[in-house]
């Protein structure tokens, strides 16, 4: 596999953080991790990387807009030059997104446009009865799972599968193709500094 590139990552993470632990485990550069939930998973591996650590859980913020600056302020204090969505719950500001526009990646559980606009893209494949599902990384604009595809996997739905069966197969593809993404994304972008 090709290396890292060194562009440094501000990664957002509300979850497990196995995406982000894939991310420090490969040698990407991570300057930064930012989360709403400081208990959660993620944040337990940037505290043990060493990585910087930023918690901005809502209820210190009158609103998303001010929380969604105070972290556009901070992840650039780190030196963040692209953002990455590693199990991020919480939708992003448009001045977030503007902060960072066409620098934000962010990771979704299905074959985008299906099931997207969830926190249970999983389940509803499941429950839809599909029998190819899959996970997508793609570019963050204002409208939620909707921006530019990079990449994307697929993963066959078997008999039997369960939640956590089908979100493990898909987990080991995410954990493919968001260093991929990311690779690409510095590729194109000659005008983000490396
Ligand atoms: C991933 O499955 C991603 O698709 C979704 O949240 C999950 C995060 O997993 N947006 P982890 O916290 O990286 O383990």
């Given at each position: 596999m090709d290396a890292a590139p060194p562009i440094p990552l501000g990664v957002l993470a509300s979850g497990r953080g196995s995406n982000l632990k894939n991310l420090l485990q490969s040698g990407f550069r991570v300057a930064a991790v930012a989360t709403?939930?400081?208990?959660c998973g993620a944040a337990q591996i940037a505290r043990e990387w060493g990585s910087p650590l930023g918690e901005f859980p809502?209820?210190?913020?009158?609103?998303r807009v001010e929380r969604d600056r105070a972290m556009v302020t901070w992840f650039k204090a780190q030196g963040a030059e692209l953002i990455v969505n590693?199990?991020?719950?919480r939708i992003l500001d448009p001045v977030f997104v503007h902060a960072f526009a066409d620098r934000i990646l962010n990771l979704h559980p299905?074959?985008?446009?299906?099931?997207?606009?969830?926190?249970?893209a999983v389940e509803q494949a499941l429950r839809a009865g599909v029998k190819l599902t899959g996970c997508t990384v793609h570019l963050v604009v204002?409208?939620?799972?909707?921006?530019?595809?990079?990449l994307q996997a697929a993963v066959p739905v078997l008999d039997g599968d369960s939640v956590d069966t089908l979100r493990a197969r898909i987990q080991a593809e995410e954990h493919r193709i968001l260093p991929e993404a990311i690779r690409l994304l510095a590729q194109k972008s000659p005008s983000i500094r490396q």
């Open positions: 709403n939930r400081p208990h809502q209820s210190r913020y009158d609103s590693a199990g991020y719950d299905s074959l985008l446009p299906a099931f997207g606009g969830s926190m249970d204002e409208e939620v799972d909707a921006g530019p595809i990079l």
